[in-house]
């Protein structure tokens, strides 16, 4: 009986390090980031034992939440201007920000030699729609345009653009075939370094404004030790390898 009893002891023992001191939190992440999120998550809480509830959406709208009460204790913002917000009205704990990716933006359509190299598709090809973020709550949406105004497109193109409500959205139309082509997150359409499908023009990011996206600890994970846990796990060796992977810079 105590044989028994001392082998459910040093079971537990051995697992206290994973279950002892695990924490819960939740992360509002910007909707290009969902899939080297995901892949870093299951990594995190593999690693840490603590739990990870992940919401994804416009970095405008995720904002938007915060100030409502959402209980989330970091944001992954695809800007660095909402983050420095949300420090400023004293919703974000000072001195934690900090660049997590420096987002690519590339012209994409599904179907494969649609796009060129070089974006000429954007004056040479007959297309009907455009995709691209909504300019005002995505930034990948405000990359596209100051993209379009660089080429001196805006005003020629405006009658066949078409808006998502964010960057997913803006991927699923193109990738259903509803937009002929669009200007989504690389990492949407990248996979071992190449574009998976369709064909795509990676966005010079002289082009544009730099895409860089902060991180930051909200207040309402000030104290709670997953949240810090998963910030410099963020800054890791093993999560760089993964937000490269996905066609960001660091």
């Not at 840490?48 to 009460?69: D, E, P």
């Not at 669009?182 to 949407?188: E, H, I, K, R, T």
């Not at 071992?192 to 023009?201: D, N």
């Not at 709670?224 to 760089?240: C, G, I, M, V």
Request: charged letters at 20%; a neutral charge; hydrophobic letters at 45%.
């Amino acid at each position: 009986m105590n044989r028994i009893r001392m082998t459910l002891v040093a079971a537990l023992a051995a697992l206290a390090p994973l279950t002892g001191h695990a924490d819960e939190i939740q992360v509002a992440v910007a909707s290009n980031f969902t899939s080297p999120m995901r892949v870093i998550t299951e990594e995190f809480e593999r690693d840490t034992g603590h739990k990870v509830l992940l919401s994804f959406g416009s970095t405008g709208k995720l904002y938007a939440q915060i100030r409502n009460g959402a209980p989330f204790s970091i944001v992954l913002a695809a800007d660095e201007q909402i983050p420095i917000r949300l420090e400023d009205e004293g919703l974000g704990v000072a001195g934690s920000r900090f660049t997590y990716a420096i987002g690519t933006l590339v012209l994409w359509s599904a179907n494969e030699g649609y796009v060129d190299d070089q974006g000429k598709v954007l004056t040479h090809q007959a297309y009907r729609h455009l995709a691209i973020a909504n300019p005002k709550t995505a930034p990948y949406g405000a990359a596209a345009m100051a993209t379009l105004a660089k080429l001196g497109l805006a005003d020629s193109v405006r009658g066949k653009l078409v808006q998502g409500e964010n960057i997913a959205q803006t991927h699923q139309f193109v990738a259903s075939g509803n937009a002929e082509l669009g200007f989504v997150a690389l990492s949407q359409v990248i996979e071992s370094g190449e574009i998976r499908q369709g064909s795509g023009w990676v966005v010079p990011a002289t082009y544009h404004p730099l895409i860089r996206q902060d991180a930051l600890l909200l207040t309402k994970g000030r104290d709670n030790p997953a949240a810090h846990a998963l910030l410099d796990y963020l800054r890791s060796a093993k999560a760089t390898e993964v937000i490269n992977a996905y066609g960001y810079g660091r």
